[in-house]
């Protein structure tokens, strides 16, 4: 069974940092991209960043380029995004999601975890 | 970027009803268009990719069509348990891969 579990939100200040972290499960980690994908409270979903398999190409939505560093470790079967400059807008839910490429889709997804930015 | 038009924000219809959900894409974007099913709290569930391949395990009640700039999601005859908020996303060449507004359906 595939699984995905997001970890690491929090309440950090504006202008802080945080580090989420997404393990999975259930599937062959190192042969899939995966993505990032955000809600605030309220809205609608927000693609933020995806990696390839190997690590070698990662895409960003512009608003978070040059803020946040998407990354993975396939030995320990971990997705992460590394979150720095924080602002209030970045408040969101923050999804991990697994792509399938030759489908073009996002076929299975983590709980979420919340992240809260404000002083 | 690629901008997804989704309508109508908001359904409101009775069990058993023919639902349909719209999305326009501001360019070309082939068939590369995925529907997803958000319950509250809960993440979303992949329903249809590729604008009209109904992931496995998804009730044959639901279905997708079109190409290019215009597509089509449909639930044919609408249950209780379908009550959520419905996302497009296109998934064409290059990122980022944007979701349309949402549709949220209710029960009449």
């Known amino acids: 069974e595939v699984q995905l579990v997001e970890s690491g939100g929090g309440l950090v200040q504006p202008g802080g940092s945080l580090r989420l972290s997404c393990a999975a499960s259930?599937?062959?980690?190192?042969?899939?991209?995966m993505s990032w994908v955000r809600q605030a409270p309220g809205k609608g979903l927000e693609w933020v960043a995806n990696?390839?398999?190997?690590?070698?190409?990662?895409y960003y939505v512009d608003s978070v380029k040059g803020r946040f560093t998407i990354s993975r470790d396939n030995a320990k079967n971990s997705l992460y995004l590394q979150m720095d400059s924080l602002r209030a807008d970045d408040t969101a839910v923050y999804y991990c999601?697994?792509?399938?490429?030759?489908?073009?889709?996002?076929?299975?997804w983590g709980q979420g975890t919340l992240v809260t930015v404000s002083s | 970027d690629i901008q997804m038009t989704q309508s109508p924000s908001s359904l409101s219809a009775s069990v058993g009803d023919r639902v349909t959900i719209t999305c326009q894409a501001s360019?070309?974007?082939?068939?590369?268009l995925n529907w997803y099913q958000q319950k509250p709290g809960k993440a979303p569930n992949l329903l249809i990719y590729?604008?009209?391949n109904l992931k496995t395990g998804v009730p044959s009640r639901f279905s997708g069509s079109g190409s290019g700039t215009d597509f089509t999601f449909t639930i044919s005859s609408l249950q209780p348990e379908d009550i959520a908020t419905y996302y497009c996303?296109?998934?064409?060449?290059?990122?980022?891969?944007?979701f349309g507004q949402g549709t949220e359906l209710e029960i009449k």
């Open positions: 360019q070309d974007i082939n068939t590369y």
């Open positions: 590729d604008a009209s």
């Open positions: 999601a697994r792509e399938v490429r030759v489908y073009k889709c996002q076929d299975f």
């Open positions: 996303q296109q998934y064409d060449n290059l990122p980022p891969f944007t």
């Open positions: 259930g599937f062959t980690f190192s042969s899939y991209w």
């Open positions: 990696i390839k398999e190997d690590g070698s190409e990662r």
